[in-house]
């Protein structure tokens, strides 16, 4: 199975503040369509995921453009410019290139 | 608007059986696959099974492959999971989620309690 690893497992940080999240893969994402299925999903405490990037940098509908993905082949990267509140939660990358569909072990985002 | 609702989730015993619905309006329902994620308490998502738009394929993780079986009824909108010889592990909130935009909606999710 693909292992996706996720760094930081914890963040803190400050309103306002840029910060970032690894997702790294045991292989190469690159789907023999062309295409790269890295999705990025944010988890609020009591809630169901969200999803705000698809095929690792298109955002999704509804999602502010604070949230920006990149990356390819092995190495994919979540960036959020200037922290807000609402982003609080546990942030999961996901594989859909390889089967089983896998899963990173999630980063938490909380406020310093 | 797309909704998901899912439901069926409760306690079981171990070894026994528990079927899950999630029912799906909002979009044309029969025109796209859907899977199933669960989460077990505390822990990061985990995907269960994912079936085609029409029902011909079906996908499961190897955890629960002879035990779980995924369908859906496309005449009334409906995705079913049913969890045959239920362990401890199987404890989670299930999750249904379409495949149209992929990942983009998401149920409430049903919580399954597997204990004696």
């Known amino acids: 199975d693909v292992v996706l690893t996720q760094t930081p497992s914890i963040l803190s940080a400050t309103i306002g503040q840029s910060v970032s999240i690894s997702c790294r893969s045991s292989?190469?994402?690159?789907?023999?369509?062309?295409?790269?299925?890295l999705y990025w999903f944010l988890q609020r405490p009591g809630q169901s995921p969200q999803r705000l990037i698809y095929l690792v940098s298109n955002l999704g509908s509804g999602v502010p453009n604070r949230f920006s993905g990149s990356g390819s082949g092995t190495d994919f990267t979540l960036k959020i410019s200037g922290v807000e509140a609402e982003d609080l939660g546990v942030y999961y990358c996901?594989?859909?290139?390889?089967?089983?569909?896998?899963f990173g072990g999630g980063t938490k985002l909380e406020l310093k | 608007e797309v909704q998901l609702v899912e439901s069926g989730g409760g306690l079981v015993q171990p070894g026994r059986s528990m079927k899950l619905s999630c029912a799906a309006s909002?979009?044309?329902?029969?025109?796209?696959?859907m899977a199933w994620v669960r989460q077990a308490p505390t822990k990061g998502l985990e995907w269960v099974a994912t079936?085609?738009?029409?029902?011909?394929?079906?996908y499961y993780r190897d955890s629960v492959k002879g035990r779980f079986t995924i369908s859906r009824d496309n005449a009334k909108s409906t995705l079913y999971l049913q969890m045959n010889s239920l362990r401890s592990e199987d404890t989670a909130t299930y999750y249904c989620?379409?495949?149209?935009?992929?990942?983009?909606?998401w149920g409430q999710g049903t919580l399954v309690t597997v204990s004696s």
């Open positions: 079936i085609s738009y029409d029902g011909s394929s079906t």
């Open positions: 292989q190469s994402l690159l789907d023999s369509d062309g295409n790269t299925y």
């Open positions: 989620t379409s495949l149209g935009d992929p990942f983009a909606y």
């Open positions: 909002g979009f044309t329902f029969s025109n796209y696959g």
């Open positions: 996901m594989q859909a290139t390889h089967a089983p569909w896998t």
